[in-house]
Nanobody, 121 residues
């Protein structure tokens, strides 16, 4: 089972980025995919997740209305569109897979390497 987040980079405050999570080694139909972030010196924080079959989404209050998660099961890829980014959202962003609908990182079985997002002018 592998997940790999990509698409991070440097963006100015108010800007946008789209992250991708490429998956392999498991059937996406059976797993929800979550996005998390971790800033230096802080705990890992849930951003949101997308369910397996229906593709319903859930977001943390801090990103609701600005971030959007989508999935392309044929490509085995999940996306995180981030708009109106703020400097305090600078972090390493991770994607992970779970069979339980949850924002608790402890419920996620598989993790990929993260991608750095830096929001700065």
């Amino acid at each position: 089972v592998q997940l790999q987040a990509s698409g991070g980079g440097l963006v100015q405050p108010g800007g946008s980025l789209r992250l991708s999570c490429d998956t392999s080694g498991f059937t996406m139909d059976y797993f929800a995919i979550g996005w998390f972030r971790q800033a230096p010196g802080k705990e890992r924080e849930g951003v949101g997740y997308i369910t397996n079959r229906v593709g319903a989404t859930y977001y943390s209050d801090s990103v609701k209305g600005r971030f959007a998660i989508s999935r392309d099961n044929a490509k085995k890829t999940v996306y995180l569109q981030m708009n109106n980014l703020k400097p305090e959202e600078t972090a390493v962003y991770y994607c992970a897979a779970t069979s339980i609908l949850s924002m608790d990182p402890e419920e996620y079985h598989y993790w990929g390497r993260g991608t750095q997002v830096t929001v700065s002018s």
